[in-house]
């Protein structure tokens, strides 16, 4: 059975950094396909899919955070990364990690309802 804990998450002041990991518990990077992701949930807000990263590396992102996070993954520790970059207080949010298994929805859209999901790591950026 997969399990996902994710660590990482922190305040920061709006325009800072903060790198986001997820350990992989009961999966082996490279075994089979797997899509990993992250999505987010702000207080009183819908779930909303940041990115995701498959098997062989192709990335896609939210509009939302474009050009500011980048996800990676290192097979060899089986941990998945959200890099966060020029934070605004918008990305204020619980984030998750996530995977699924099933080809063709490696994106952010789809992130939210993946079968495997971590606890979540908070993640507060203030102005």
């Known amino acids: 059975q997969l399990q996902l804990v994710e660590s990482g998450g922190g305040s920061v002041q709006a325009g800072g950094s903060l790198r986001l990991s997820c350990a992989a518990f009961?999966?082996?990077?490279?075994?089979?396909?797997?899509?990993m992701g992250w999505f987010r949930q702000a207080p009183g807000k819908e779930r909303e899919g940041v990115a995701g990263i498959d098997s062989d590396g192709s990335t896609s992102y939210a509009d939302s955070v474009k050009g500011r996070f980048t996800i990676s993954q290192d097979n060899a520790k089986n941990t998945l990364y959200l890099q966060m970059n020029s934070l605004k207080p918008e990305d204020t949010a619980m984030y998750y990690c996530?995977?699924?298994?099933?080809?063709?929805?490696?994106?952010?859209?789809?992130?939210?309802?993946?079968?495997?999901r971590g606890q979540g790591t908070q993640v507060t950026v203030s102005s």
């Open positions: 996530a995977a699924s298994p099933a080809v063709g929805y490696c994106y952010p859209q789809y992130v939210a309802d993946f079968g495997y």
């Open positions: 009961g999966y082996t990077y490279s075994t089979y396909y797997m899509c």
